[in-house]
Nanobody, 124 residues
Framework: QVQLVESGGGLVQAGGSLKLSCTAS????????MAWFRQAPGREREFVAA????????KYADFVNGRFTISRDNAKNTVYLHMNNLKPEDTAVYYC?????????????????WGQGTQVTVSS
């Protein structure tokens, strides 16, 4: 069993930055693929970024366009999402997800563990 706790959300002006963190419990964090998803009101949950257990492979949604960076520190059981040049359309609840797989997956239904989410609001 893995429990995920996100933090770092908040209110920021357009063009600003935020750093989200997701800390996992459990001894097998280092072997899990980790990802960030987001969900805006009235919209489906969508993929943002994912990272393989060894940090060598990362994948981003097209809308990221170089603005976000996913990283992880296996010694701290934590995955991060650095978000720069935020836009109002980035406003959403951001969720951390984990899956005991080697490959990166971008579909939310394939992730086994989820955090409770952290709100990100970008004002114009």
């Amino acid at each position: 069993q893995v429990q995920l706790v996100e933090s770092g959300g908040g209110l920021v002006q357009a063009g600003g930055s935020l750093k989200l963190s997701c800390t996992a419990s459990g001894r097998t964090f280092s072997s899990y693929a980790m990802a960030w998803f987001r969900q805006a009101p009235g919209r489906e949950r969508e993929f943002v970024a994912a990272i393989r257990w060894n940090s060598i492979t990362k994948k981003y949604a097209d809308f990221v366009n170089g603005r976000f960076t996913i990283s992880r520190d296996n010694a701290k059981n934590t995955v991060y999402l650095h978000m720069n040049n935020l836009k109002p359309e980035d406003t959403a609840v951001y969720y951390c997800a984990a899956n005991p797989t080697v490959v990166i997956i971008t579909t939310p239904n394939d992730y086994r563990y989820w955090g409770q989410g952290t709100q990100v609001t970008v004002s114009s």
